[in-house]
């Protein structure tokens, strides 16, 4: 595994306080965060070349596509990519079936949860 400084992580979350909030935690714990509010920014960094080997979204992202929507979006583009969904209501993902490269993290969580959750994903 990579060295957490050059692990490059996506998070998609559409609350400007809960998306600071979660990116500084990834940051304490060394990883390099790229931030998009809305489905449809992440789309774009991704399709102009950024390279996250993790994407962490709320599922539930206000106007626009769904986080479930656009991991399903980015993972027909790279399969390998690791996905971690953060949700306040699980129950938006019944019925969903994640493989291995797929996890839900509920809120509210630590940061060192998330971390050792993203550690993990790289590890599969």
Same mark, same amino acid.
């Given at each position: %595994?990579?060295?957490n400084d050059r692990i490059c992580l996506l998070l998609v979350e559409d609350d400007v306080l809960v998306r600071t909030t979660v990116a500084l935690m990834l940051e304490d714990d060394g990883f390099v965060? =790229? *931030?998009?509010?809305?489905?449809? *920014?992440? /789309?774009?960094? %991704? /399709? @102009?070349?950024?390279?996250?080997? =993790?994407?962490?979204?709320? =599922?539930?992202?206000?106007? @626009? #596509?769904? @986080?479930? *929507?656009?991991?399903?979006?980015?993972?027909?583009? +790279? #399969?390998? &990519?690791?996905?971690?969904?953060?949700?306040?209501?699980?129950?938006?993902?019944?019925?969903?079936? #994640?493989?291995?490269? !797929?996890?839900?993290?509920?809120? #509210?969580? !630590?940061?060192? !949860?998330?971390? /050792?959750? =993203? +550690? +993990? %994903? &790289?590890? /599969?």
């Open positions: %595994m990579q060295q965060v =790229v *931030e998009a509010a809305t489905a449809a *920014e992440a /789309q774009h960094l %991704m /399709q @102009g070349g950024l390279d996250a080997l =993790v994407v962490v979204t709320d =599922v539930d992202l206000g106007a @626009g #596509p769904s @986080g479930t *929507e656009l991991a399903d979006q980015l993972r027909s583009q +790279r #399969p390998d &990519l690791a996905i971690i969904f953060i949700t306040g209501r699980t129950a938006s993902l019944a019925g969903r079936r #994640p493989d291995f490269r !797929e996890a839900i993290l509920p809120k #509210p969580f !630590e940061g060192s !949860e998330l971390s /050792q959750l =993203v +550690r +993990r %994903m &790289l590890l /599969q």
